[in-house]
């Protein structure tokens, strides 16, 4: 004789959702928390792996093979034994970004100077590209 359940009974006979209390759900919501958490940190670790420069690849390797193996017992080891360092390289990290970003702004935003741009102006006046009007215009836009 087999057992079959009705389409809103549980695994485990009940009746209802899986998720019939609200500390069902509090439990949920916690562990998937707790999950995300837990994934923030390894991939920030594997991160900073995978930037030490002074770290050999045969030592990364072991690390990687520990987060896989012994994933919570490896994290805290990590935090604890490289934490110091990893926040180093993530400051510096983002020193670095700042910047070239810094540099890049200051590149695409440093226009001519108003009198650059009428040193330009009077070239092509003289050359014959542009009339003693267009000049003017020029220079009154660049002036102003």
Known sequence: MTLTLAPDTCQDGRKGSDMDSFWDFFWFILSFFLLMAYLMVLFQILGDLFRDRDTSGWVKAVWILFLIFLPILTSLVYLI???????????????????????????????????????????????????PQEFDALKAKALA
């Open 81 to 131: 034994a490289r934490g110091r360092q990893m926040t180093e390289r993530n400051i510096a990290a983002v020193q670095t970004a700042q910047r070239d970003q810094e540099a890049y702004i200051r590149q695409v935003s440093s226009g001519a100077s108003p009198a650059d741009q009428i040193a330009q102006a009077k070239g092509l006046l003289d050359s014959g590209a542009i009339s």
